[in-house]
């Protein structure tokens, strides 16, 4: 059984009785600001990150990150890959004191610092506020739109990912990812029915044409610049292969048998730094072995791992 905080008290998550997955709300989505004086200003090297290299929400953060040029202003604490019963572990030999955070070794404890009455989901990513402890957001996609233009005043040079003049495109586009293809893949994975399963497999697949299709004109999602919503797609696409296929059934097809979504993956991972954020291994190992009720042996298959080598050979060449 999977574990919450209900009222800050570390629980047993209640169980879905209807066969289909339910993306929870985010607990936190507040921003960082400007002025000064308000709750969270902006200001460099105040805030920090709870990641997880198996996580695709978080490895579109850390992109963002890396895209944005505050590598250096804003630390991070990793996660193990494997989570126990307690939730997300955090990486112990990771771990730097010096980056002004307590030591942990749950995630749970994290939140029970900063919010202790907190009800809600034990997830990553987390954005906190080193100065008051407090956690600014938990939402990737706000996590991105902060880090995107909140430091610019500071200095940060990054490209800007949600251009003014793109960002009814983007929304558009994001609506045909998130639901569909980046929690479709998630819906397949928690079915526990035959109808509920299939009827997410499909619709997960549709819109996977449909990206296809816009890929065929574009070299990114909104055009020919990488934007924020080409971090949402990107993690997913590179799971999807080696993990999804077999691990969430989702095999219907395979990302490679898109030459569109292919083409982009293999240009996204052009881009300097991106590669090294990629640690397949953890990806794997985090997926097969925490499932353990689907994969109760937690032997993990060896899928198109060779073929995901490959293409991160290319992007480094």
Not at 17 to 46: E, T, V, W, Y
Not at 278 to 293: D, G, K, S, V, W
């Amino acid at each position: 059984m999977s574990k919450m905080l209900i009222n800050g008290v570390l629980r047993d998550k209640p169980a879905q009785i209807d066969g289909q997955f339910h993306k929870m709300p985010s607990g936190f989505r507040n921003k960082i600001d400007a002025n000064p004086s308000l709750k969270h200003p902006a200001a460099l090297n105040c805030y920090h990150l709870y990641l997880s290299k198996a996580c695709p929400h978080c490895h579109g953060v850390k992109l963002d990150l890396i895209l944005k040029g505050l590598v250096e202003a804003i630390c991070i604490t990793w996660m193990d890959p494997i989570s126990h019963e307690n939730g997300w572990k955090i990486s112990q030999s990771a771990f730097d004191g010096i980056q002004g955070v307590p030591r942990n070794h749950c995630l749970y404890q994290a939140y029970q610092r900063a919010a202790p009455d907190y009800t809600g989901l034990i997830s990553v990513p987390i954005l906190l506020d080193k100065s008051t402890n407090k956690i600014v957001s938990t939402e990737s996609a706000s996590i991105i739109r902060v880090l995107n233009s909140t430091f610019n005043d500071a200095g940060v040079t990054g490209p800007d990912l949600y251009p003014t003049a793109l960002a009814d495109e983007i929304d558009l586009i994001r609506s045909m990812i998130q639901t569909p293809t980046r929690d479709g893949a998630y819906r397949a994975r928690f079915a526990t029915s035959q109808t509920t399963y299939c009827s997410a497999v499909i619709a997960l697949f549709d819109a996977l044409d449909d990206i296809e299709a816009l890929l065929e004109q574009r070299r990114y999602l909104a055009g020919s610049t990488l934007t924020g919503v080409d971090l949402k797609l990107f993690p997913t696409n590179l799971r999807f292969d080696p993990v999804y296929v077999t691990h969430f059934k989702t095999d219907q097809k395979r990302i490679t048998d898109y030459p569109a979504l292919s083409r982009y993956l293999e240009d996204v991972l052009q881009y300097p730094d991106v590669a090294p954020t990629i640690n397949m291994p953890q990806i794997r190992a985090h997926y097969f072995q925490i499932h353990r009720h689907i994969n109760p042996t937690s032997i993990i298959s060896i899928g198109s791992e060779l073929q995901v080598m490959a293409i991160l050979a290319k992007g480094a060449s």
